[in-house]
């Protein structure tokens, strides 16, 4: 089998309402959509979801590296030896993870049609049928967080995570209304700061007062390297600390494992470059006795349907995941057919072939701002 095209097709993809995070708010994911042909007849469809503010790439350079450096190089090459073309990509260029992903996806969703198997079994066979999912509540108004906040707990989801940031005393009076509105039996609650937090006295003054809001993590309150303010602050608070854009590479699971207590691993697929890197991750960090969670970026059912397969490698889920994202995709954008259902606590693990899902190239097309076609 050889690859004989590859279709890279830029698009923004409108979601059912705005998300805010700290940083700003949105309403499109500007994401990358990949096609990988063979010459048996079998494709793959790939993803790419980057976001510049965190991680320095963008749909643009996403695009040009893709469709000037990665595609040429993939043309004619065997596409069920995902660990060489992977490492083919890494020689060119040592970083652009999102767009590798975008690859590693197809070639894995190429891999196991051929071979008529889930892409989990490529990864070696899975633990979990039914992946947890955690309900998210994006930046607002307190009230308006409140009631989606409600809406989740209605559901019957064990996780609420919610947005935050910008200012750890407005976080905590946050949590603290969310709390009283859910009541102290109700779901645990997650903090995401997405690196907001400085390593000031005010950070340090009121980092304690997570624990009576039962807050069961607290994800990236420290700008990605920052590891002794990450340290520092895990052995202050019992709350244990969720390590997400930290957690880009071997290096970073290395630092993590010089001393784990109190730390888990968030692991995406986009931010690593692929099932095959983020597959190794997981490994490792179970070796070292490290929880792990999968997480999702801003991608649709695509690269989240993967991250779903990734999930159901991992021995023991100590915490929900986050393939919920691409829930918020619109109906008339989402271009997979039988996605997993995503409006339910858990969410099946598929078991068709490949990804198990059907992407409507064609339905793509609306959503296109170019098609790039390397042969």
């Known amino acids: 089998m050889k690859i004989t095209e590859i279709v890279i097709r830029p698009v923004d993809i409108p979601r059912k309402d705005s998300a805010g995070v700290w940083r700003h708010s949105y309403k499109v994911l500007s994401n990358v959509y990949v096609a990988i042909h063979t010459d048996e007849g079998v494709s793959g469809f790939g993803e790419a979801a980057p976001i510049g503010a965190y991680f320095g790439e963008t749909q643009e ?16 090459k065997d596409p069920l030896n995902i660990r060489q073309r992977m490492n083919e990509l890494d020689r060119v260029l040592p970083r652009n993870p999102c767009a ?33 999912l955690t309900f998210v509540v994006g930046l607002d108004v307190v009230d308006k967080m409140l009631d989606r906040a409600l809406a989740g707990q209605k559901t019957g989801y064990s996780t609420i995570k919610v947005k935050g940031g910008r200012d750890i005393r407005q976080d905590i009076e946050t949590l603290t209304a ?13 903090l995401d700061a997405n690196t907001g937090y400085n390593n000031s006295p005010e950070t340090w003054r009121y980092a304690g007062e997570f624990e009576p809001l039962k807050v069961i993590l607290l994800e990236q309150p420290f700008p990605i390297e920052e590891w002794d303010a990450l340290r520092a602050l895990r052995n202050r608070i019992r709350t244990p600390i969720l390590l997400d854009e930290s957690m880009q ?53 695509v690269s989240n349907t993967a991250s779903i397969h990734l999930a159901s490698i991992i021995s023991k889920l100590d915490y929900t995941c986050d393939q919920r994202y691409a829930f918020a995709v619109a109906p008339e954008a989402d271009v997979v057919e039988d996605s997993p259902r995503l409006d339910m606590p ?30």
């Open 61 to 76: 350079t996403a695009v040009e590296v893709l469709r000037k450096y990665f595609a040429p190089l993939l043309i004619g």
């Open 100 to 132: 590798k992903a975008s690859i590693d996806i197809a070639l894995h969703d190429i891999k196991g049609k051929a071979l008529g198997v889930p892409v989990w079994s490529l990864l070696g066979g899975r633990s979990q049928t039914n992946i947890p």
């Open 178 to 190: 969310l709390r009283r509105g859910m009541g102290t039996d109700g779901p645990w609650l997650r």
């Open 249 to 301: 590479s071997g290096w970073a699971l290395q630092q993590l494992a010089r001393s784990p207590e109190g730390f888990v691993a968030n692991i995406k697929i986009q931010i690593v470059g692929g099932l095959l890197k983020a597959a190794q991750l997981v490994d490792a960090a179970q070796q070292f006795r490290i929880p792990v969670m999968i997480g999702s970026h801003r991608e649709s059912h």
């Open 346 to 375: 858990s969410v099946a693990v598929p078991e068709k072939p490949g990804l198990g899902i059907t992407v409507n190239w064609q339905k793509t097309e609306p959503l296109a701002l170019a098609t790039y076609n390397v042969k």
